[in-house]
């Protein structure tokens, strides 16, 4: 969080949470990038493995988990960089309202479609953990590889937890006229 937003006077206590959520998104946005890197590798090796099958008989014709783990990491990657992009101001809005409200409405306005935004996800966040642990409890396996399907569903889960976090610290963000972006979490450049 940069220095100008502990200007504000904000209790210690919120002021820790949300030094605490941004460092979560931070994790978030690592996270993300992991396992889009992670995709990737699997890609590269299947469409290797591909090549290699047609010029050695004796290699297999592709990586039976590739496409059903590549769905697997591509789910998490989204999730997990949804939090740090919604801190760093690269998620879609349209400004067209609110940017033309005085100031105290325009608060006013960040605060509801914060806790807006923090009531879905919150939603969404409690039926993915249902859904996760119905999917543990039943011992529910994936028909190709045999992989129980609560750890991916727990992976996208903990990264649709870190949305509802961070929608929760942009209420708070709002509430009490702090920056709702972090400017060092943004890329250097467009190409970044």
């Excluded at 206590?13 to 030094?19: A, P």
């Excluded at 870190?162 to 702090?178: D, E, N, P």
Aim: charged share 10%.
């Amino acid at each position: 969080m940069p220095a100008s937003a502990h200007s504000v006077a904000v209790p210690a206590v919120l002021r820790g949470l949300l030094d605490g959520i941004d460092r979560l998104s931070r994790l978030d946005g690592w996270l993300g990038g992991g396992c889009l890197l992670a995709l990737t590798l699997l890609m590269l090796c299947e469409i290797g493995t591909r090549f290699l099958s047609n010029f050695l008989p004796f290699f297999p014709a592709s990586i039976p988990v590739a496409w059903e783990y590549s769905s697997y990491l591509m789910a998490a990657s989204f999730t997990f960089g949804a939090a740090m992009t919604l801190r760093a101001g690269g998620h879609v809005r349209v400004t067209l309202v609110i940017g033309k409200a005085p100031p105290a409405l325009r608060r006013l306005m960040e605060v509801f479609a914060a806790l807006l935004g923090f009531a879905f996800m919150a939603f969404l966040t409690y039926s993915m953990v249902r859904f996760s642990w119905g999917s543990f409890s039943r011992g529910q396996t994936s028909v190709s590889s045999d992989t129980p399907v609560w750890f991916p569903q727990a992976v996208v889960t903990f990264g649709m937890l870190l949305l509802t976090l961070q929608y929760l610290a942009r209420v708070i963000q709002a509430g009490f006229g702090l920056p709702l972006e972090d400017d060092s979490m943004k890329a250097a450049a467009p190409a970044d």
